[in-house]
């Protein structure tokens, strides 16, 4: 029996509205908005293109954009032209544009020799609008974390994943042989499956992408296998599998290209290469910026495998080893506090002294292996960075009350006495933990081996304790 139209009509609804969601302005109340972002591409990129209000009346949103140019006449959208209203320095259209996808326009200026018509896409965000910020998607689940803060991810139907990062970065992973939705917020960065080409130049990923078992995922390194302190890593490197591309501030353009790598795995130093982000993504190959060092807790930091388990489609064995991990720093965390001072720190080229910001994961490692941090009352501490360099004289004032020292030998390699770090600055030698041998160092490894980071809360206990046998990482100065 066939279907009647009105039936076929209704079932059609139902079917978009399952998985598109309602109309987003629908449930707006009239007033004025302001947009909580606001982006555009196109054009020369000479000209700045803003949107102040969207303004609601009777369930239609009508947007103000305003071009940084005088000299624009009319705006088409959808096959309607709307005339502006210029001033000295801007023209400004009011459209009934839609909300929370990009959506193209085209707008003519007369700046030229003679009337040019210029093509842009925008995309307006207004939360006041819904939840759903992916036109096509539904939205299904959120991944619970248990201590990571600095990212999350969502979970759509169809297997689409939406990763936000706490810097504001936001990549949407999207199946393979799955196409990429429509009206797209021009901000996310796509991620197409399988991601099995990766330049890896976040080295503190490497431990967590090989305890997955996908070390055949990375095609890509910026570290030479003889500066791999992960085996597995090194191996792979000396046989071919993965190959050196130049370090993250000088990547092999050509090999990545030639070779097709697919995602580009950075540390937050690449924010120092601006130029070399941009051209990674001219080339096509997107960049995902890793923030695992800025988790405050130490468990935070090892639950970036389960985002990369997320990307990987790996998730049960990023699920199995972080349970395990959860379940033995939650068992340490039960040391009482010994009261006895630590200075984790190292000394830079400059002769400063490089100590942890307060909220930093190491120093929460020094907490729960029943230590108390030397530093954690010094003034001028900025909260939002790992690390923090601080002149010798302050470094020495709260040094001389620390119980114990730990050098940070995974940034600087030279120590290996007590002897060296006296040479790095006389007033290290006049300090009661050295005088009295009470000095340890990290070793090389451990930026890299994120896989056990953790393990440094129990070498911390057996360091207050006066165990040396056992330690992972840390290593007495003699």
């Not at 965000?125 to 036109?135: I, Q, V």
Request: aromatic share 10%.
């Amino acid at each position: 029996m066939k279907m009647s139209k009105t039936l076929i009509a209704l079932a059609a609804l139902a079917f978009a509205c399952l998985f598109a969601g309602t109309l987003a302005e629908d449930a707006l109340p009239d007033g004025s908005y302001a947009p909580d972002d606001f982006t555009f591409s196109g054009g020369t990129g000479r000209v700045e293109i803003t949107c102040p209000e969207v303004a609601v009346t009777d369930g239609t949103a009508v947007a103000t954009i305003v071009f940084s140019s005088p000299n624009y006449t009319t705006l088409t959208l959808d096959g309607v032209t709307y005339e502006s209203e210029r001033s000295e320095d801007a023209s400004s259209f009011r459209i009934p544009a839609p909300l929370n996808r990009a959506f193209e326009i085209a707008a003519v200026t007369t700046a030229m020799s003679r009337p040019r018509e210029i093509a842009y896409t925008l995309f307006i965000r207004l939360d006041a609008a819904g939840e759903e910020r992916l036109p096509g998607l539904r939205y299904e689940s959120s991944m619970a974390l248990d201590y990571a803060e600095c990212f999350s991810v969502d979970y759509y139907a169809g297997g689409y994943q939406l990763v936000s990062v706490d810097d504001g970065a936001r990549y949407l992973a999207v199946p393979e042989d799955m196409p990429v939705p429509e009206g797209l917020d021009p901000s996310i960065l796509v991620l197409q499956k399988p991601l099995d080409r990766i330049y890896l130049a976040a080295t503190s990923a490497m431990a967590l992408v090989n305890r997955l078992g996908a070390l055949d995922d990375v095609r890509f390194s910026s570290q030479r296998a003889e500066d791999w302190s992960v085996l597995s890593a090194a191996e792979a490197m000396n046989e071919g599998r993965v190959l050196y591309a130049g370090k993250y501030s000088e990547p092999d353009y050509e090999l990545l290209l030639r070779e097709g790598c697919d995602i580009a795995v950075e540390n937050t130093m690449l924010l120092h290469a601006p130029k070399v982000r941009e051209l990674l993504g001219l080339l096509g190959i997107p960049v995902f910026i890793d923030r695992s060092s800025y988790e405050p807790h130490p468990l935070g930091r090892t639950e970036w495998i389960r985002l990369y388990g997320a990307l990987l489609d790996r998730e049960a064995e990023a699920e199995a080893f972080f349970d395990e991990k959860k379940a033995a720093v939650e068992t340490l965390a039960e040391i009482p506090s010994s009261g006895k001072t630590v200075a984790f720190f190292y000394i830079n080229t400059d002769g400063a002294a490089v100590i942890r910001g307060a909220d930093d994961y190491i120093v929460r490692m020094i907490e729960l292996g029943g230590g108390v941090y030397a530093f954690a009352g010094m003034e001028g501490q900025d909260r939002g960075h790992a690390s923090v360099a601080v002149t010798m004289e302050d470094f020495y004032a709260a040094a001389m009350q620390a119980d114990y020292l730990i050098y940070n030998a995974a940034i600087d390699r030279t120590i290996g006495s007590l002897e060296d770090l006296a040479a790095r600055s006389p007033l290290l030698a006049a300090l009661p933990a050295v005088k009295e041998g009470r000095v340890f160092s990290t070793g090389e490894d451990l930026y890299q081996a994120t896989d056990m980071v953790t393990d440094l809360i129990g070498d911390v206990y057996r360091m207050l304790e006066g165990q040396e046998e056992g330690m992972a990482f840390l290593k007495k100065l003699n």
